[in-house]
């Protein structure tokens, strides 16, 4: 099974996708880390990556498509020959020309998409999930302003520290630039890939494990 898991920054994606590597043995794509990787291998594409990126372009659709498809070749020869297993697409496709891109590599290997799953947010919501959360400096156990302070004010319930910090750029500003990025990207694919039945999306701010359980829901049909 192969699937597309889209959300916005601080929708859950990264735990989600996470989850279904270990309960499922699918395998995550990121096109960013397989660009880093390919440069450090020194694959005759890898040095094409790091030629491009030495120069401060952007790397084209064509080599990423090679790189992703050198990827599905490499899992289908560990797996004996079989399709592999089911892969999360992370990062690719974003654009129309790219979904195409994408249907063609996984046909040329006898696979298809199954589903294209996004997390939803409410972006008030989110926001303050975000701008609210902070870390104990010394053992980085995580807390929040509103749903989550220390049993002692200014204390780290795990190590005592009274030393804590936030993420620089965890600010109402910072958000909404990327929901802005993140719309913009997926604007392009979602009408894509609903035309043909494709698109299931989950609630992203309800509990975790219960956004588990819908992602499951939707593979099993």
């Known amino acids: 099974m192969n699937i597309i898991l889209l ?3 601080g929708a859950g994606k990264g735990t989600q996708a996470s989850r279904l590597v270990a309960e499922r043995g699918m395998v995550q794509l990121s096109t ?5 990787a390919a440069k450090d291998a020194g694959t005759p594409v890898g040095l094409q990556v790091r030629d491009i990126m030495a120069r401060g372009e952007l790397v084209s659709d064509a080599i990423v498509s090679a790189l992703i498809g050198e990827r599905l070749d490499s899992l289908k ?4 020959g079989d399709t ?3 892969v999360i697409f992370d990062g690719f496709p974003r654009t129309a020309a790219q979904a195409e ?4 590599l996984l046909a040329e290997r ?6 294209v799953v996004e997390l939803t947010v409410d972006e008030a919501a989110l926001t303050e999930r975000i701008v609210g959360r902070y ?4 053992c980085g156990e995580g807390y929040h302003d509103r749903f989550k302070q220390p049993a002692e004010a200014g204390v780290c319930d795990v190590c005592g520290s009274t030393e804590f910090k936030r993420r620089p750029d965890d600010t109402a500003e910072t958000i909404a630039t990327r929901m802005a990025i993140y719309r913009g990207e997926t604007a392009p694919i979602l009408p894509f890939y609903d035309a043909r039945g494709l698109v299931a999306q989950v ?6 494990g219960q956004v588990t359980q819908a992602i499951e829901s939707i593979l099993d049909r």
Do not use: V
């Open 101 to 104: 891109a994408l249907d063609l």
């Open 77 to 80: 020869e560990e797996a004996g």
């Open 135 to 138: 870390t104990c400096a010394k």
């Open 203 to 208: 609630d992203g701010m309800a509990e975790i």
């Open 84 to 86: 592999g297993p089911g």
């Open 110 to 115: 006898g696979q298809q998409l199954d589903h």
């Open 7 to 9: 959300g916005p920054p």
């Open 32 to 36: 960013g880390d397989m660009l880093r």
